[in-house]
C-alpha cells in the first residue's frame, strides 16, 4: 500500500511540472498572439457650399474627395467625405441644412467653408461673424468636440474669375478679405486651423485652367491645390 501512495504522489509531482512547463512566459504572450485590431478607418465631413460640393467638375475632383485620396495614398485609411453643401448657401442656409439633415454621427476630420455667398448678397460683416462662429461650433461638436479635428479654409476670391469681368472686383476683393479676417480671428480663437486657399485662387485672373466652364467656379486643377495645400494639416490632426 506505501509503495502504491509513493506511486501517485510521484505521478501528481509529474503532472504538475508538466503543465507549468507549457504555460507561456509573459513574454511569449505578448509576441505570439496576433493583432487582429483592423486599420482604422477615418471619417470625414465636409460642410459649405459650391467650392465644397464642386460646382461645375466631376465629384472625383471635389477638393474634399482629392484630399481623401491623398490621404489614403499617403496610408492614411480614410473614406469620401460625407458632404453637406449646395450651390448658393449662406451661413445661415448652410445652418438649416445641418439641422434638417438630423446627423448624429460625429466624425474624424471636419472641414468648413462658407461665406461668399453672403459676400456676393451683400450681408453684412457682423451678420457673417455671428453666423460663421455659429457653425464652427457646430463643426466642432460634429468632430466629437475636438477643435484639432476640424479646419477652415478661406473663402476663395471669386473677384478674379472671367464671372467678375464689369464689376468692382478691387471692392470684392476688399470685402472677400474683411470676411476672411473675422473667421481667421473666430477659428484661431477656437483653437481651430485656419487654411488659407484665397492666394491660390488670384491665379484664376491669369490661367484659365484653373476655372470651370461656367467663368464663376473652380476646375479640378484649382480643387488639387486646395486639398494639396490641406493635405499636411489633414495629416497632422488625424496623427
Not at 478607418?41 to 474634399?64: C, K, M, R
Not at 482629392?66 to 492614411?76: E, F, P, V
Not at 474669375?161 to 473675422?182: C, L
Request: hydrophobic letters at 40%.
Amino acid at each position: 500500500m506505501l509503495r502504491y501512495l509513493l506511486y501517485l504522489l510521484f505521478l501528481a509531482a509529474f503532472i504538475l511540472a508538466s503543465c507549468k512547463n507549457n504555460i507561456p512566459s509573459p513574454s511569449t504572450m505578448a509576441t505570439d498572439i496576433p493583432n487582429t485590431n483592423p486599420t482604422k478607418n477615418y471619417t470625414y465631413l465636409a460642410l459649405g457650399d459650391s467650392y465644397t460640393i464642386g460646382e461645375s467638375v466631376p465629384e472625383i475632383d471635389q477638393w474634399g474627395v482629392q484630399l481623401a485620396g491623398l490621404l489614403r495614398t499617403s496610408g492614411l485609411a480614410i473614406s469620401n467625405p460625407v458632404t453637406i453643401a449646395r450651390t448658393g448657401w449662406t451661413t445661415a442656409e448652410l445652418a438649416q441644412a445641418i439641422e434638417a439633415n438630423k446627423l448624429t454621427q460625429t466624425f474624424d476630420l471636419v472641414s468648413l467653408l462658407i461665406g461668399v455667398n453672403n459676400q456676393y448678397r451683400g450681408q453684412s460683416l457682423e451678420t457673417y461673424r455671428i453666423e460663421f462662429e455659429e457653425l464652427l461650433k457646430t463643426s466642432i461638436r460634429f468632430a466629437q468636440n475636438n477643435p484639432s479635428r476640424v479646419m477652415v479654409l478661406s473663402i476663395p476670391d471669386w473677384g478674379q474669375t472671367p464671372f467678375a469681368q464689369g464689376r468692382d472686383t478691387q471692392r470684392i476683393s476688399q470685402e472677400i478679405d474683411a470676411f476672411n479676417a473675422a473667421a481667421q480671428e473666430i477659428t484661431q480663437k477656437a483653437g481651430v486651423t485656419f487654411i488659407n486657399i484665397t492666394l491660390l485662387t488670384k491665379k484664376a485672373a491669369g490661367d484659365a485652367s484653373y476655372v470651370a466652364k461656367d467663368g464663376l467656379h473652380y476646375s479640378g486643377k484649382m480643387h488639387q491645390e486646395w486639398a494639396q495645400l490641406a493635405l499636411p494639416v489633414a495629416q497632422k490632426l488625424l496623427k
